[in-house]
């Protein structure tokens, strides 16, 4: 995003590796709507080992990684495709190779509107712009400040400041967003998202600050080393005994993922949610991409079958020309709008 030439670093694989599975007659799965299904796949190695990709074999007639170098017709066809190409989004911006991955690709799916993309890359390029994706955010809310890149993603895009007063604003370097700091007792709620599924941890954040301006320096932190599980920070470390927030309740976090996925679009995401210490209230901080989640390959295959589910249902109910797209998974506008979201 500085306009740095970088080499091309996609961490996608470059050979098709393709696997097949029939359900054995009497299965369990032998009338599931997922047993003839073909599904691709679009994701970098350490993705799929956490996945656990080969366990969908047993669900699926026919799985597929896709080699975006290749024509993706030779590769299909497919009924789902599940995808994190944040890498190509974000590389498109100034490489012309990852440009023309992208439009192949975005070509194919345009051309196959029956098949169901998680998510669709309109949505993703949203949530990979802080300066889109704030925007969305402040929508669902009706002086110390935080300083985070606009690129939200990548290394880079975990390093931010805390800004105690308008004489620091020069200590950072734009392109970038400034977001209101709240005090909320060194807890994060991270909220993963998958279809209907919702899944809540908590992990260490920063401490509480003194409201208003103050002559403090600007502090510079990794948000990913400060919120990891294990992290032992003075930045998380709470210079007064506060007391413990209660977590918030599961119909607010319900209500929030609701709103979030009608806003957003999208099945498969992250949000990080922090309690407001003296409002009780909730605050959505960031929104994250295709996040590693508890239990994911359980609920990827729920949601994905849901999504078979309403394509079958109605199909039959308005005969056999009705395009086969959930009702509320279209994308509206650009040139994906023909392809299937959610």
């Known amino acids: 995003m500085n306009g740095e030439e970088r080499s091309l670093d996609l961490d996608l694989p470059l050979s098709v590796s393709v696997c097949c599975c029939h359900s054995a007659a009497g299965g369990p799965h032998t009338h599931s709507p997922m047993s003839g299904r073909r599904v691709g796949f679009c994701l970098s190695d350490k993705k799929r080992r956490r996945m656990n990709l080969d366990a969908f074999a047993e669900f699926f007639c026919f799985l597929c990684q896709i080699d975006l170098t290749q024509p993706l017709v030779t590769q299909g066809p497919f009924d789902v495709i599940v995808h994190k190409l944040s890498d190509v989004i974000v590389e498109a911006e100034h490489d ?13 799916v345009s051309a196959h509107p029956s ?8 949505a993703m390029t949203q949530l990979l712009d802080r300066f889109a994706s704030y925007r969305i955010m402040s929508k669902l809310h009706n002086s110390l400040r935080v300083c985070k890149t606009r690129v939200a993603h990548g290394s880079l895009s975990h ?15 734009p392109p970038c967003v400034l977001q209101s700091f709240v005090n909320h007792g060194a807890v994060l709620h991270k909220v993963f998202v998958v279809g209907d599924r919702h899944f809540c941890v908590e992990r260490p954040s920063l401490k509480n600050f003194p409201s208003g301006p103050c002559d403090r320096k600007t502090i510079f932190f990794n948000s990913h080393q400060v919120s990891k599980p294990e992290s032992s920070s003075d930045l998380t470390a709470l210079d007064e005994q506060v007391p413990c927030l209660p977590p918030p309740s599961s119909e607010a976090v319900a209500a929030l993922v609701r709103e979030l996925r009608t806003q957003l679009g999208m099945a498969l995401f992250g949000v990080d949610v922090i309690i407001n210490l003296h409002t009780h209230t909730l605050t959505v901080i960031d929104i994250n991409i295709f996040p590693g989640v ?16 309403k394509q079958q249902n109605k199909q039959t109910s308005t005969g056999p020309q009705a395009t086969s797209f959930p009702e509320s998974a279209q994308t509206k506008g650009g040139p994906s709008a023909a392809t299937t979201g959610l």
């Open 96 to 108: 012309s190779q990852s440009q023309q991955l992208l439009a192949n690709f975005q070509s194919y």
């Open 115 to 122: 098949t169901v993309l998680l998510d669709p890359l309109p």
């Open 159 to 173: 390093e931010m400041s805390l800004i105690f007063s308008a004489g620091s604003l020069a200590d950072i370097h």
């Open 294 to 309: 508890p239990q994911f390959f359980s609920s990827l295959l729920s949601h994905i079958e849901s999504v078979f589910d």
